[in-house]
């Protein structure tokens, strides 16, 4: 079993960075670096490449729409260099409450911007040349006011050619994105009990279309782990997170995360 940690938005990231490298040193195997409307995951993601030594750092996640594609494979780059091969990139379409809210960038095309930064980032790491033209033109073209630009190739050499990619999906459809494309799959609010029938068959769907060269997906899940005397304190640690994203993530309507808890089972409560 791999042991990993999330870090959580709001506290002092040198703290939460310090805690994760004694975890290091008592065996946890990744730590997964959240970003939403805080500090900015990379920063942080930096700062722990340099106070560990063997355990791998995720972003949990960037989303596909405040930084360019060829920014995301950049920045993925960098902290595998700085890391010594250890980072992993995970990236996700987040949601309108953040990417409109905060961002100021229109929710659109989600499943397409994903898929796009994750073949281009491919495709940076192997430092080709890139010329694309889908939601992001590479380079702009004339017709669309382009007028110096010219295809171009990563500068550096990256320490890996191909940095693990996961990507963050609960709805059926981008479920099936993760499964057929990315080498990781980051659910959220996991119930293993509700699994097969959540995401089932978005799963199969997907695998089916999947290139045998990616190996099987992987998945991280998930799941509190904490220790103490008291049982009901311990589940007070989560409920602030669960309803963070059940009635906050979102407007009534399209909160994927409200949504999900629904699908389990736990509508009256999500709705409450």
């Given at each position: ?12 990231p ?13 065996g946890l ?5 959240a970003?939403?409307y ?35 494979a ?27 809210g905060w ?14 930064v994750i ?11 890139i010329?694309?033209?889908g ?7 004339p ?7 010219k295809?171009?190739?990563l500068?550096?050499?990256?320490v890996r050619d ?6 963050a ?25 509700h699994?097969?029938?959540v ?7 997907g ?12 998945v ?8 103490g ?7 007070d ?13 979102g407007a009534p309507?399209r909160?994927?995360y409200?949504d ?12 409450a």
């Open positions: 079993m791999e042991l990993s940690s999330p870090l959580a938005y709001a506290e002092d040198r703290t939460a960075a310090d805690r994760a490298a004694a975890l290091e040193r008592a195997d990744a730590v997964w670096v970003e939403a805080g500090f900015d995951s990379p920063t942080v993601m930096g700062y722990l490449a340099a106070r560990t030594e063997r355990m791998r750092i995720g972003s949990a996640v960037l989303n596909v729409y405040s930084r360019t594609p060829a920014l995301i950049q920045t993925a780059a960098g902290l595998d260099a700085i890391s010594g091969g250890r980072a992993i990139l995970g990236v996700g379409a987040s949601g309108p409450q953040v990417v409109e961002h100021g960038r229109v929710y659109d095309r989600p499943l397409g911007r994903a898929r796009e073949h281009l980032s491919r495709r940076i790491w192997r430092r080709e040349v010329e694309h033209h939601i992001t033109d590479l380079p702009v073209p017709e669309k006011g382009g007028t110096l630009g295809p171009l190739k500068l550096n050499h990256p191909s940095i693990p990619v996961y990507l999906a609960l709805g059926p459809a981008s479920v099936r994105t993760a499964a057929e494309i990315a080498d990781g799959w980051l659910p959220f609010l996991y119930a293993p009990e699994a097969e029938k995401w089932g068959s978005a799963l199969a769907e695998t089916a279309q999947r290139d045998p060269a990616l190996g099987p997906l992987q991280v899940a998930g799941g509190l782990l904490a220790i005397d008291d049982a009901a304190a311990v589940r640690l989560m409920r602030p997170t669960v309803a963070l994203y059940v009635g906050g993530m309507g909160n994927f409200f999900l808890v629904c699908s389990y089972g736990y509508e009256a409560a999500a709705t």
